[in-house]
């Protein structure tokens, strides 16, 4: 709260006005008891220690008379304030909710963790100003993460960053059997959306990708700075005609285009697994030029599919 501290810079403004504002402030924060509110505007010298509680209550009302709907002191609210509606909450209706769910789906599959977690702390802030119950959780509901610890998110994130190498509890598949992995971290991404851990086992050098809802525990955290762990991408080359190059994931780069509006593209993918789904994604105006081994697979994969048609 960026008000003046000091009596003599106040004298010339309200400070009943002061007090009602500041008062706002806080019960936005949290809830708070009375003596909790006192404790505040004492340390901002807005109230003598000679004062009574009779001035906050006094404020109390001013913020109710202004249009705040403000609980009573009972045993329901642990006797502390709380502020259920005012009338400078944010404004927004169903259709622009929808909107910012539409543009969120656009960018999410392509983001990386640092904007996810960006987005899921805006929509979180936005939330907290609408008092409507069922948009605030349409907002809280469009975040990926709205189900993850984002201060663990943040962690990962950081480990990302370092290159750490972590010794996970991973709890495999249908067993249910936890087990001890040992992953270089090298990105956390969104995919089919669910976020997956990615980085290199440490034991077999294998490129990997963790659901991050299997990771139980993280046991231990160590740089990974000349570990000798090598790491190579899967790269494909590959021919695409009537692609918009503004849907390119960060991976992919144009390498040539041509007079028909087509162009031909390198990507760089985590692991062979990757690099087909992005292949069979991108639909059947995609070539798969090189390497033979990933065509081979794309191919044996559409005719996987085609059986499946087929025998339905």
């Known amino acids: 709260m960026n008000i003046p501290q000091e009596k003599a810079d106040l004298c010339q403004i309200s400070l009943t006005g002061v007090r009602s504002l500041a008062m ?16 505040k505007f004492l340390s901002c010298k807005y109230i003598d220690a000679e004062n009574s509680n009779d001035i906050i209550r006094i404020d109390m009302n001013t913020l109710r008379a202004a249009g705040c709907d403000i609980s009573r002191l009972s045993s329901k609210t642990n006797h502390k304030y709380e502020l259920y509606k005012h009338p400078f909450g944010l404004q927004i209706t169903g259709e622009e909710v ?31 100003f609408v008092f409507d119950s069922g948009l605030k959780e349409r907002l809280l509901g469009i975040s990926v993460l709205k189900s993850y610890d984002i201060e663990k998110m943040k962690e990962l994130e950081s480990d990302c960053k370092l290159n750490n190498i972590l010794t996970l509890e991973y709890r495999d598949g249908a067993a249910y059997k ?49 570990s000798g762990i090598k790491y190579e991408p899967v790269k494909v080359k590959f021919f695409l005609k009537n692609f918009n190059a503004a ?12 007079d028909d509006m087509s162009y031909t593209l390198t990507g760089e993918y985590h692991n062979e697994f990757l690099a087909v789904q992005r292949m069979l994604a991108l639909g059947a105006e995609c070539v798969v030029l090189e390497p033979v081994s990933i065509k081979q697979k794309v191919i044996e994969k559409l005719l996987a599919m085609r059986e499946v048609y087929k025998d339905g």
């Open 247 to 258: 849907g390119l994931e960060d991976c992919e780069k144009v390498i040539e285009s041509h």
């Open 178 to 226: 936890i087990t001890e992995k040992n992953i270089l971290a090298q990105k956390v991404a969104i995919r089919s959306g669910k976020m997956y851990l990615f980085g290199v086992d440490v034991d077999s050098q294998l490129s990997v990708m963790y659901p991050l809802k299997r990771i139980k525990s993280i046991i231990s955290r160590r740089t990974g700075q000349n």
């Open 24 to 39: 706002l402030g806080l019960l936005l924060q949290a809830p708070r008891t009375l003596e909790e509110i006192r404790e």
């Open 98 to 128: 929808k909107l910012l769910k539409r543009a969120y789906n656009i960018i999410k599959s392509s983001a990386d963790i640092t904007t996810l977690i960006k987005y899921h702390l805006l929509f979180k802030k936005i939330a907290k």
